[in-house]
Each structure stands twice: as C-alpha cells, then as structure tokens.
C-alpha cells in the first residue's frame, strides 16, 4: 500500500458535504434550546451611560437578558490576547480590557452589548429592538496612518499605540544603506478583509446541571484551546466538565480561532437559565464582527550594491488591530511577519519594526497566510521595483539573488532548512512560456488591452515550533500536536487527531498516511476530531500545520503501534520481536512463511486468551489492548516556496483588469495527496487575487462598516478566472519524517504580489491594492499625463 | 424578519381587494424580502401576485412588445420573440444580477422598485414604454420620479410594461463587481419619434441624457460621442464609483451601446 502516499484519491469527505449531509453547529438542535440574539453598537466608539432592558424582560417568550453589568457580577472573565509580545523599549505590549459584554464604552460598530434569550428566535430579535442603550457617542479613529495622532481609545494607552516592536540589527543595515549603490524605496497598502467562510460561525451553550456538565458546539479550529482559554482565563467553566465539540466547520481562515464573545455569552447564559443556548451569526454580523484580516501601512527599502546584489532590507509597518487585542493579533503582523520579509533572497543585513495601533475598527487577527502574505507582497513587489529600476529580467534578478545553499540561517530569525529556489523558478518559466511573453503583449495592444506580467517568488513558514522557542517570544501555548491511534479488536482504526479539519481534508490525507503505515485499507480507516471528549489535547488547524506536524505526531503513533504490534506478533509466530519484519499490514517472521495480519494481531491484543497453540499472545509485561498516544513537537518550522507568474489584461477605457493567464510551481516537500493540494492551492490564489483585485473591508468617517454585505464586498468568482497552471518540486522537509512542507495557505501569500506585480506593469505606474477598475483608470490617467508632460 | 399574512389571490380584482393595511405586494421576493429580513420594511400582508396567471407573459405586436409584470428576467432572456423584435432587451435581462436572481426576479417588481441601478428602467425610458396598471397607463417619462420612487399609488398594481420597438438599440453595462447591478448603464435607441439615451446606475434615478441624444441626432456613430461633455455634478458616488469615474463610464458605455446596435 506504499502508493497511497502521493496518489489521488478523491476526498473521502465530500460525498456528505456535496450531498447535503454535513453537520454543522447551526444543524444541531437540542431539546428545550433557547434562542440568543446580541445587542450591537451601532456605533464606532461611544460611552454607554445607561442599559435598560425592562422593557425587553417583558417582551413575548424572553427568558433572560444580559448586560455587562451581568458578566461583571457574575466574574466572567474578558477576552484575552493570546500571544503578547515586547516592544523595543522592553515593555510589554498594551492590551485593553475587553469585556465580552461591553459594559461602559463600546469601540466598534457590531460591539457585543447585551443578549437577549428567548424561546424563539424571532422573540429574542424582537425583544432586543427594545433594549434601550444610552450612548454618548465620540469621535472615532479608523485610519491605520492617523492612529497614533489621535486621542486615546482606550484608557491608559497612549498615542493608541499596542506596541512598537523591532527585529534585526538598525545600527548594522544602516551601515549597509550608507554603502549602497542603489535604494530602492516602496510604499504600500495592505488592505484590510473580511474572511468569509462560507459557513457563519455559531455556537450552542448546553449546560447540564446534574452532572454539572457543560458542553458548547462551536463553529471552531481549535475546540481544546478554546476549552483552555474559556476555563482558565473566562472562567465559563472547569475544564474537566466541560465539553467543546466543533463538529462539521465550513471554513475558517483563522476567523475561528478566536474564543469569541458570543462563544462564552452562550456558554454563561446556558448556567444561568439551565437550557441551551443557541446562536448562529447572520451574515451580516460576520462581516462587522468576525476578525478581520491584514490592514498594513508599510514603507520599504531595499539596499543594492553595484552588483546588482541586495545588501540590506529596511521595512516599517504600522499594523492595524481594530479595537482590541485578539488572540494572534499581535504575533500576526510581528513574528509571523518581518522574519518573511526576507523572502528567498539572501539578504545579509535587515531591519523592521511595526507599530501596533488601536483604531475603532472590527479587531484584526490572523487571516490565510496570516503575516505572511503581508511581507511577501512587501519583498515581491519591491524586488520587482529593484529589478526595473536597475534594468535587469525579473527572473534573473531573483535568481542572482536567490538562496543558494541549505541548510541557510538567515539574518532575522529562520533557519531554512531545505528548498531549491531556482528549479521552480525555472519551472515556471517554461510552463508559463515567459520567453513568448511579448508577443502576448503585442496581440492584447492589437485588441487595445494592456498586458503585464508579475512575478512572486515566495517562502512561508508554517506549523510554528519549536514549543520551547515560540513560549520564549510570547507565546502563551507550545505549538506540539497530538495524536492517538486506537485499533479496534475487529481491526478496523480510529485515529484521533489534534488538528482540526474545516476544509482541508485531514479525513483523506491522514487515512493515507495511517494506510501507508499500517498497511489497513482507508475505507476502514476513521480520522476523529473536533471534540474535546474523544481525542488527547491538540492545538488545532492553522498556520497550515496539520499534516508537518499532525501528521507527523499519527505517524510516530504508528510505529508505537507496530512496535507493539511485533512483540505480540512474535510471540504469537513464536520468535523474537527483532526477527519480525513490519510490512503492507503483516508481520513476518525473518526466514520463514510464517506471518500474522495487523488485524489479527490487534484482535489478539483485546482478546489475550488461546490462540492455537499459543496459550496468550500477550508476551510478559505486555498490557492488553492496542492504542498508542504521540505528541510531536517539532525542531523547526516548515518552508515551503515556490512561483507564481500572472498574466493581466487591462481595458485601457475603463480600467477594469482581467486575469488571463496563471501559473504556480510549489514545493511543498513531500505530498501526500495531490487532488487535495491542487484544491488549497486553487482556493489560495482565488483568495490572494481577491485581496488583489476585488476584496476590500471599507469603513466611512464615522466607522460604519459600508462594505457589510455581498452587495458591496466584492468577492472573487469563478468567473473571474483562467485555468490554472499547477505543478511542482520538491525537497523534502528534514523538520519532520514525512518530508511535508504545508500548503494550506501557500496560494493566498504568493498571489497579490504576482497579481499586483502583473497590474503595475501593464500600468506603468504604482497601484495599490485592490486594483478596482477605477483606480487604474485612475493611474493610466496619471500616467498619461506624466508622459505627455515628459 | 416580522410576522405577516400571506394572500396569494388568483386574479387582479381579488388582488385589488386582499390590499388592505399596511400590504405590499410581492413578485419575485427579491429586492423585498433581503429588505425585510434585514428588518428594514415590515408589512402586515404581503400579496403574493405571482398566482395571477393574467400578469405573466410576452406579447408581440408590430409596434410594440409587452411584457407582463410577474414575467421574469430568466423568461425574457430566454425568448426567442425578444431576442428577434428588441435584442438588447434580452442582453440586459440576461445580464441580471446572477442565475438565482434571473429566476425569481420579475419586470415589474423591478420598475415597481425603481432601484438607482437597476436595469430594466433605462429600458423603459428609452424604448418609450407605457405602464400598464390596474388604475391607468403611466408613459416612462413620467414614472420613475426619484431614488426608490415612482408615480405609482398605494395599491396600484403593475400589469404589463408595453415597449415601443425600434428601429436600433443597444444596452451597454458596467456592472458593479461585487452585485452586478449597473455601476452605469446605458441604453441607446433609434425610435421613429427619434433617439433616446436613458442612463441607469450613475444617479439617484435613471434619466435621459439631453447632450448623448443631441449627438447621436446628428450623427448615429460612436464616434459622435467622442466630443460630448458630460459633466459629474449630480452623479453618485460611493465606494465603487466616483462621480468623475462614472462621467467618464457613461461615454464608454454609450459608445459600445451604439456600436452594438
Ligand atoms: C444579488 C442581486 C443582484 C441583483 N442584480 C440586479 C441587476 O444586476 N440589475 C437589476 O436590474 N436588478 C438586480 N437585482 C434586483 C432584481 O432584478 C429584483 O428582482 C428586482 O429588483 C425586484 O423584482 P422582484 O420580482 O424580485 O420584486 P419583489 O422583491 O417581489 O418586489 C419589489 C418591490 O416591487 C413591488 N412590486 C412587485 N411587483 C409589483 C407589481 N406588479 N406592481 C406593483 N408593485 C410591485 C413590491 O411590492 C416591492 O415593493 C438584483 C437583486 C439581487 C438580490
């Protein structure tokens, strides 16, 4: 069965999900379930004078309303900041409180206010028209670049300034600066986007007050840390009884791995009133309220001596975390950010330093790619700006720079261990026919269209580790994963996992892997996750880590299993543990005909009585049974890498683009299934040409959120797109036994900047994210005028 | 959204009588009901008019094409009636919103809505048409009065919209890329009583653009269109759209609603 690694086997998941038959949390339904619905500022910053919510207690079928007063009378603790990190002055980032019911200021539009619960939910939406909120409404900051000149939102932080965080060595890449040929200098916008999985997020409270059990559903990544947050920091709960299952989850992008407000709300309100409590998000209070993703204001420059080599980085950001502080917000755009600035080049000496600000936005946090998109748009698009102000070929200018040797230390912080950046490079080329390039150019000029050509060499780095190092810089978890295989007796295996699958396929993957091991067919083959009372401990989905790490710690259960497994095989072959071989599912004893199947050998691990001649198979000291628990903490980060090369076609009269030709060459080391990797990679660079081309999260003045619906949130469509072009490389991972790089969100990185890239040079001059038709219009306008001046 | 009473009358006069309090009538649902889910209108009782079977319909003459108010996109796109007497008729209801909306969405809840950047008005205003309603017939000119607004009465019930056939016409789009209503749309058309230009999408209601229909008077080419100032005072802007941007839209749409004639 060694070919189930790298085969394409159709998603054993898909069948339910293409039929109908999943089971998502809004799909559950418990006896006696009560209806929440929240009260929510309609304003973007504003004092709360007064809550009444008399009238609404008196509203048909309203069981209960609850306040902030509520939560603080009751010691309900506030959302917290999960990763905290040090500004360069030694201090500790500033945090604000954040109450999961606002109690005396609320600081976006969508703020949880109160909830009202209700028999039904018609009642709970009708009753919380009446709730009565007494604001005093105050000017409101939404700006990421006027943040910091602003009044404070948040009492006690100043200049409403988190955090001003450095990496690298100033003193040093100035020098390289003063000794440079050439710098090159960038601005740009990282726009800010609304994540939208497909499926809204939703939770049930149930508490059960005979056993004092509480269980919550949640549409969540990560159901063990949100149990871990919810009991020791919330306080909802202790974490012996209390239950967290994410059952079926469409989609996340890291807009779910919050504990969110409404998550504790429903978990708290459950105790207080004794029946379930469910919520289910409209989907207009996803858009206001679920985590928003990037907003980066960044100015850069590169450093470049007379050979035409990079010398020197120096980028500074100001990232935007909305109005409080999430879970990842603050190590998205640090930790998870300037050490990839770097990208594959190998850049002696670098510099960066972000400004986290507070703004009375929705809060931001980690959104696909999470930090990393945000830095491979920064070096991508400056390393093309380099690349034509000195003259040189896209390609040959990454090339002459590329990293060429591994393992390679770079000078931030990674260790990247493996990769070859100039065989995808090439790759790509060939498949994009790059060297026809112009001719396509001058066909588009005979229809009047503008054609450009972008290039993004991307790295990421995924599945963060090792625990040890990641709690040294903030971290409030290690980042190990978990797994437990456990055979049952007629040999069919159930393999509990950490991770956390809402798109990505672990049901498929991970069987073929456990298959590939253990030599079992996958149709016998379950893969168990998202619930807190079946598997060990795990940290989740995110940072495309599941298979580097996940995988690897099912893997090294496996061959706890089969060193078990040859112990009683041997006894039962009657030879020595190190005489039997492991092999497609049997063992075998050396030099002989004599095997067992790994189905009979669990069998006999649950059933030790006569076997035959064997009076029990269970050798000395051996205890019944056949289940096997790893945690793997990795000693490294995985790096991925690869190219993308887009071709745009832009209508010089309206200014509207369209993408005419993409291709992606990817190393992701060791892949387990090609069918399921094509569909990250597809659905990554559809989510990267969105952020490019059509996504925008759009506050007005006053901070109302103006692109709060499908009517005005562009979201990328099918129809937007050409085939596209996937292949690639690959050298494995030595971070992990599988040789997995990950993948998940390898497509969102890459693709703004070839996107963007390719814009820009049909347009001749800079655009900023996303490039709608007028904007373009607007810059072939200036261009025009800048070359009939000229 | 609130409580309401469904009535789905069979005939017009049943209908006429089912509208008391605070009715409205319902098409194809679907510009009413986002807006009551979101709890932004709330009605008593809603008219389902869809079981009137005298409403639904295409009806060709050799002066005009009438089509029945509960009639919907994906139906007028798909005749082949339209297709032959007005075809870009047909382009724009094909160019509706998306599959879902064609299906359900109707002509006459389209009118009766009068969103700034619906479609079909331009339609109505450049082909000449007549609102057929249960009280009158109401010409185009006079029906679409503002944002949201039209000539209709409390209880006045579309029945048909009579189009006016051509001797050339063209519509042209600019969708928005998150809706795909009309950022801009322009519909042009040659009528024996002479050339119409209505604009949809670029202002708070469609309207007749005096200066493209001086120009295509003298000279029916895009070329013609070239020298035409359009200017962006009173035009919308938004976060799609500037005003100056859609100025300049208009030209480019008309130039290829002309050159699509
Ligand atoms: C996602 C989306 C995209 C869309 N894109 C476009 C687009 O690109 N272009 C475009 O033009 N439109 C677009 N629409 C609107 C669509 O065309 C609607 O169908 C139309 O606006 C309303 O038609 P309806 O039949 O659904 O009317 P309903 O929603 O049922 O009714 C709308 C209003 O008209 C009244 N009404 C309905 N019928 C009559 C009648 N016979 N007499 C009197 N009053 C009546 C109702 O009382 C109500 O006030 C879009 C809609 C959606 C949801």
Redesign the pocket.
Known sequence: MADLIGSKIERKEDRKFLTGKGRYTADINLPRQTYAYFVRSPHARAKITKVDHSKAMKAPGVIDVFTGDCVVKDKVGGLICGWKIVSQDGKDMKCPPHPVLAKDSVNFVGDHVAVVVAETLEQAKNAAELVNVSYKIQKAVIKTEEATSFENIHEGIDNNLSFDFLLGDKGKTNEAFSKADKIVKLDVVNNRLIPNAMEPRAAIGDYNASSDELTLYTASQNPHLDRLIMSAFNAVHPEHKFRIVAPDVGGGFGSKINVYAEDVVVAYASKKIGRPVKWVAERSESFMSDNHGRDHVTHAELALNSDSKIIGLKVDTIANLGAYSLVLAAVTPTYLYAPLLLGIYDIPTACCTVKGVYTNTAPTDAYRGAGRPEATYVIERIVTEAAKEIGMDQAEFRKKNFIKKFPHQQCLVHNIDSGNYDAHLDKAIELSDYKNFENRRSQSAKKGKLRGIGFSTYFEACGVAPSAVVMSIGAGVGLWESAEIRFNPTGNVSVFTGTHSHGQGHDTTFAQIVGDKLGVAIENIDIVHGDTDKGPFGMGTYGSRSLAVGGTAIVNACDKIIAKGKKVAAKMLEGKPEDIDFKGGEFILKNSNKKKTIGEVAFACYLPGTFGDVKSPLPEGVEPGLIETSFFDPSNFSFPSGSHICEVEIDKETGETKLVKYTVVDDFGTVINPLVVEGQVYGGVAQGVGQALYENAHYDESGQLTSAS??DYTMPRADNFPQIKIDYTCTPATSNPLGAKGCGEAGTIAAPAAVMNAVIDAVGTDVQMPATAEKVWKALKKNGSKKAAA | MKNFNFKSPTNTKEAAKLYTGKA???????????AMKLRLAAYSDLIN?KKIKT?SGIKISSKSLRIG??T??AEVAASKEVEKTISSLSKLAD????P???N???????I??N?P????PSACLALNAIIN?SKRKIPADKFFKGMFETD?KKG????SVEFEVPEKSGYA?F??PA????VVGVYVSKLKSGIRVAITGAAHSVFRSKELEEALTNNFSPSSIDNVKIGSKGLNSDIHASAEYRAHIIKVMAKKAVSSC
């Open positions: 499908y009517m | 409205t009538f319902l098409a194809g649902g679907m510009s009413l009901l986002p008019i409403l108010a509960t919907t996109h160019g509706i919103g998306d879902q909306v064609r359900r969405g109707t002509i006459g809840g389209s009766a809505n969103d950047a619906a479609d079909y309603t209709l006045e019930l579309i029945e789009k969708p928005n809706s795909r209503y009309a």
